[in-house]
DNA sequence: TGTCAACACGAAAACGTTTTCGCAAATAAT
DNA sequence: ATTATTTGCGAAAACGTTTTCGTGTTGACA
């Protein structure tokens, strides 16, 4: 069991300085060939690696993001992490992930755990809990101490830095007219409570887009579903929306918020004897795996979650380069309240079975 | 934009040390109790918090763990991660992320990005090119260099760690027994290539369970298919199971190594006017989303992904404490060949629609 | 032979902690 | 009043780097 070997032992073992260890190895001229050849020689057959940890703290940043998301066990959010450490290993970061599980405190836990050193800047998405609160001051102190922030799909107002967010209302619309497009007459809406602002922004979408088209939007034919706990009542969803289904026999359209939605909507139409899409055809917003092995396979609106997590890397990893580069110049006393980039990733319809 | 206040400056400000601070701030008794409230009152003031790289330089230690998956977009892997989280939360440690991608090479190079002081440990799940090219040095490599491994679901007996690992045999034969209780006497395998264990465990449960019962396991009811990338070419694996359908006529039951080919499987024998469960009776390994979500709802064997990461992360970090007690001791020269624990986690039948 | 560069290298500081040890002053014991 | 013991604090080392600034040795040049 041999402990990784430093800079201090070879310059024992070869009778010379550290810091001509040093500089040997990062190929200073400042070293004799002789000398160079010798400890790269050395250096190379004990497989030295400078450590990471002392860089860090010498440089003052660690080259690595901190991820911060409420929720692992989801298609969308473990996308946008595959788009995040794509980019990140690219550009020399790692990726450091702190779930909040919805839940405000283990947030703020996490978001404090991770701001003391640990890393240069965060990618997140807020959870419920914090969004019901309304209360961001974690968000703006982690700010700042000079941490920058990088939010995605739930963002919010309050906090001032970049951000990435799927085109939620313009998806909608557009899932929305390609139903009436597809010739439904009565077009309902799944969606989730509105303090969920992809929710908000995606009913909005629904009620712009039927409005578009002079239809007036019937409050009746909007369902908002109270997911506690989304997953694990199932059962309660199906009945809610078994219910749903039977007040408005009209509904020959149905647009759901999420893939989950959409396709419990498709059982218990089928349930009800209804056939998909001849009876009633089916959008869903989030193209995950459901959609795509579902059967019929549903028509969903794409959000592109590894890209979001692209774009959200390079900006942060952009700005942490900036940042830098400030400091490196002339102070800057001008304060520079550098302008924030929002980032809207347009959503798409990939067409399946569960529309004409 | 206040950069985080380090004992330096509290030092300096209060007109003590820094070594004064240190100690004031842990409560140390050395110090004398009106400087130790003046002292603790600033700190608090400032919300001062120890920098966490310099502690990590300090006790040669970073409380973080190294997590190496294939894939992210997965729902088994992303549960994984989830125990993981869990536990070492709880257990005051950090989870750092790196993918793999199926790549010999990206796995190398992330778990030399991280073992240069990075981490403590990894939990790690083996990549198929890696399986495939059964090179391992780069696992005992970082074993030799003090830094422990735990292994989960694809893992190797020529690597010396901790493992845990899923029954899948015992999986396998509890599910084709289940489908023999329901009558079914025609029970076709749809597997991976012998490469990855875990695939080929299940398929060693498979026939084992058949020949427990007195049946020849019937090489034409095993289709080995060769997942060069799953998800992508979905196409082609519908094609290959409709072809493998009507060449066997006989299939009145299917045994799945996994989600997707389990569900394609059911598409497929829909498409051939079969009715599940009363024609040919499904069940799954794996239980994802697709699964509970699918229709019909599909009977899995549940692999608790969770619960595999929560151990592994508890063998983990309790190896990483025994270590450090290890060094404070006398330096137990019998180089005490620890033996490595491998912790099997049942699977568990859970029956829906799939099956009568 | 004396002066000056160039060369090759080392000492030391810095990043932010914790901890051991030492030392003075204050208190206690004799 | 002298010695012994506590009390309260600071100096310094250590973790592993990089980098700035010296400094001694060599060779060239006048």
Chains 1, 2 share one sequence.
Not at 15 to 21: C, H, L, M, P, W
Not at 124 to 137: P, R
Not at 331 to 346: A, G, L, P
């Amino acid at each position: 069991m041999k402990r990784k070997i430093t800079l201090k032992q070879i310059a024992r073992e070869l009778d010379v300085s550290i810091s001509t260890v040093s500089k040997a190895l990062s190929g200073s001229k400042e070293i004799s060939e002789d000398t160079t050849q010798k400890i790269q020689a050395f250096a190379k057959l004990y497989n030295y690696k400078p450590n990471n940890i002392a860089l860090s703290l010498k440089n003052r940043k660690t080259k690595t993001i901190g991820i911060l998301i409420p929720e692992i066990v989801h298609h969308f959010f473990s996308t946008v992490i595959r788009g995040i450490e794509l980019v990140a290993n690219r550009r020399g970061y790692n990726v450091i992930v702190g779930l909040s599980n919805e839940s405000f405190t283990k947030e703020i836990i996490n978001m404090e755990m991770l701001a003391n050193g640990s890393i240069d800047g965060f990618i997140l998405s807020i959870s419920k809990e914090t969004l019901l609160k309304q209360d961001y001051h974690h968000f703006n102190a982690t700010i700042n101490q000079g941490i920058p922030i990088v939010m995605f799909d739930r963002v919010v107002n309050e906090v001032d830095c970049d951000k990435v967010i799927v085109d939620d209302f313009n998806g909608s619309v557009k899932a929305v007219e390609k139903l009436l497009e597809k010739q439904c007459k009565s077009i309902a809406l799944l969606t989730t409570m509105d303090y969920v602002s992809v929710g908000r922004l995606r009913t909005q979408g629904y009620i712009a887009a039927l409005e578009n088209n002079d239809i007036h939007a019937d409050p009746d034919l909007i369902l908002k579903i109270n997911d506690g706990l989304d997953e694990n009542h199932l059962e309660d969803l199906e009945l809610e929306i078994e219910q749903f289904f039977k007040i408005n026999p009209s509904i020959d359209g149905v647009f759901a918020v999420n893939e989950l939605y959409a396709v419990t909507a498709m059982k218990v139409a089928r349930k009800l004897g209804l056939s998909i899409p001849d009876d009633v055809q089916v959008i869903g917003f989030t193209d995950g795996v459901l959609s795509k092995h579902a059967t019929p396979s549903l028509t969903t609106v794409s959000q592109h979650g590894q890209k979001i997590g692209e774009q959200a890397a390079n900006l942060l990893i952009d700005r942490l380069g900036a940042e830098e580069a400030e400091e490196a110049e002339y102070t800057m006393s001008n304060e520079r309240r550098s302008d924030f980039i929002k980032v809207v990733i347009e959503t798409e319809i990939i067409e399946r079975e569960s529309t004409k």
